[in-house]
Structure formats: structure tokens, C-alpha cells
């Protein structure tokens, strides 16, 4: 079973992106190819195939089953860094 932790930063920052999201409530996570540990985060209507669906609370996350190794056992954080990029990370 795919388990990962989410910090109260990004509970907070995913919350407040699914408040203007609209009816897109999944939230897809997949790992950035050109930047290890960071997460690309994107909002869908409805899952595919081949993902893995994990709900923590109110939120509902889709993966890759091919991904899925890369978020098990990890926290999913939210850094904003110093230039206001606003990401998030696998640690």
C-alpha cells in the first residue's frame, strides 16, 4: 500500500489551489524528469488506467503506478523559495 506524509504547508497550499480549481479535484503528482525530488502537481477531473488513487483527509491524489515507489515512505512538503517559485517536494 502507497503511503506518504503531506506537512500543514502543503495541506495549506493544496487546499487553497483545489479552491480555484474548480471541478478538477484530483490532484496528479507526478516527479519532475529534469529535477529529482521536485513534484509537478496538477489538477484533473477524473483518473486514467493506469494511476493509483490515495485519499488523506479531503484530498484525493492520483499517481502513476510506474510512480508510485518514488512517494512511498516520503512527506510531500510545500517550499516556497526566495524568488516566490512556489514547488513542492519529495523528502
Same mark, same amino acid.
Given at each position: 500500500?502507497?503511503?506518504?506524509?503531506?506537512? !500543514?504547508?502543503?495541506?495549506?497550499?493544496?487546499?487553497?489551489?483545489?479552491?480555484?480549481?474548480?471541478?478538477?479535484?484530483?490532484?496528479?503528482?507526478?516527479?519532475?524528469?529534469?529535477?529529482?525530488?521536485?513534484?509537478?502537481?496538477?489538477?484533473?477531473?477524473?483518473?486514467?488506467?493506469?494511476?493509483? !488513487?490515495?485519499?488523506?483527509?479531503?484530498?484525493?491524489?492520483?499517481?502513476?503506478?510506474?510512480?508510485?515507489?518514488?512517494?512511498?515512505?516520503?512527506?510531500?512538503?510545500?517550499?516556497?523559495?526566495?524568488?516566490?517559485?512556489?514547488?513542492?517536494?519529495?523528502?
Amino acid at each position: 500500500m502507497l503511503v506518504f506524509i503531506l506537512t !500543514e504547508n502543503a495541506k495549506t497550499e493544496l487546499q487553497n489551489r483545489l479552491n480555484l480549481a474548480g471541478s478538477k479535484q484530483l490532484i496528479r503528482l507526478q516527479m519532475r524528469k529534469s529535477c529529482f525530488m521536485k513534484v509537478k502537481l496538477t489538477f484533473e477531473e477524473s483518473i486514467h488506467q493506469n494511476d493509483a !488513487e490515495i485519499t488523506k483527509g479531503e484530498l484525493h491524489f492520483i499517481i502513476d503506478n510506474g510512480e508510485c515507489h518514488y512517494f512511498n515512505n516520503k512527506t510531500l512538503d510545500f517550499i516556497p523559495d526566495t524568488t516566490g517559485f512556489k514547488q513542492f517536494e519529495i523528502i
